[in-house]
């Protein structure tokens, strides 16, 4: 077993593979910190279902299967997916969240149409389109991977470069205004990293489940700390190893998409903060909960010795 384990690490082809998954789920995680803090988990899913219809446009015009092409497509798709969920808000009484369900499933319906139409348009190029519905990192070629970690390593710089300001523009961004921050440049270019974020995924994580792996790291790692910094890298390294597990275990067995093994991958990882978290897991709940009690009971139980020992000490006298 550990034999064959070595020999799947040690091919070149699964290293590239895996390099790429692990830059991918650290930039991931990364945005998706900020993504989570500022309560728009919900806007990576509707950039994701957006970006199918790009990408079958882009398939389209082109007949080749190209991920710079597809990545342009996918990015266009999810800024008029921005624009649309921002006209529904501004010029009607629907609130975002709504707006968001109604800009995905238009959006991601569109892109299942296009899919099938071109699924049955005899083009022999489109085989395997349908592997970035629920990803496939597997087929991922060289130049893939140089495209996503060049992608993610910039994502990752951007974060770092800009951390104070996206800090302030996530949890007070009238603060952040008064200081003389350019609020709406800063969080249109946070809109624009977790599209990039999203639309590089697709292709190891795939349309339906990229979402995860942008806020399922981010809300794991808030387990662990209070200190943003601190959150921020552990997302990252949670991501990271999401993607490496789901990228090995689909690598390794037949038939088996890499999207939903990332996703599981990196909810068994929630599931462990959500329980074993030192401050905010429920194990420390349960033990705290357990200490109150105690300490509650045994001054109740003092208080009885002492009014039992006052009333045998009455009776004899």
């Not at 105690?294 to 006298?317: C, D, F, K, W």
Request: hydrophobic fraction near 55%; proline fraction near 3%; glycine fraction near 10%.
């Amino acid at each position: 077993m550990f034999t064959t384990l070595w020999q799947w690490i040690t091919d070149p082809n699964l290293q590239w593979i895996l390099m790429g998954s692990l830059l991918l789920g650290l930039g991931s995680g990364v945005i998706g910190s900020f993504t989570y803090l500022r309560k728009q988990s919900l806007l990576g899913d509707a950039l994701a279902h957006a970006a199918l219809p790009g990408i079958c446009i882009a398939f389209m015009l082109s007949g080749v299967k190209s991920v710079g092409l597809f990545m342009l497509g996918a990015i266009l798709a999810g800024m008029a997916a921005t624009f649309g969920i921002s006209a529904i808000t501004r010029y009607t009484r629907i609130k975002q969240d709504a707006a968001l369900g109604i800009v995905l499933s238009v959006f991601f319906g569109i892109g299942i149409v296009m899919l099938t139409k071109i699924q049955h348009s005899g083009n022999g190029n489109q085989s395997g389109l349908d592997k970035y519905m629920f990803g496939q990192a597997a087929s991922m070629m060289l130049t893939d991977v140089y495209l996503m970690g060049t992608v993610s390593v910039l994502l990752i710089v951007v974060c770092a470069l800009l951390f104070k300001e996206f800090k302030l523009v996530s949890f007070d961004p009238n603060f952040a205004r008064g200081m003389g921050l350019k609020v709406a440049f800063l969080e249109q270019l946070l809109l624009l990293m977790t599209v990039v974020a999203v639309v590089v995924g697709i292709q190891a994580v795939g349309v339906v489940l990229v979402a995860a792996l942008l806020i399922t790291p981010a809300v794991a790692a808030r387990y662990w700390t209070d200190a943003l910094g601190i959150m921020v890298m552990l997302a990252g390294v949670f991501g990271a190893l999401s993607g490496v597990t789901g990228t090995l275990i689909s690598s390794t067995l037949s038939n088996l998409p890499t999207g939903p093994v990332t996703v599981l991958a990196a909810t068994a990882l929630f599931v462990v903060s959500a329980v074993f978290a030192p401050n905010r897991g429920l194990l420390a709940k349960w033990v705290r909960r357990w200490r109150g009690r105690s300490e509650v009971q045994h001054p109740a139980e003092l208080a009885m010795i002492r009014q039992t020992g006052n009333m045998v000490e009455r009776g004899t006298e």
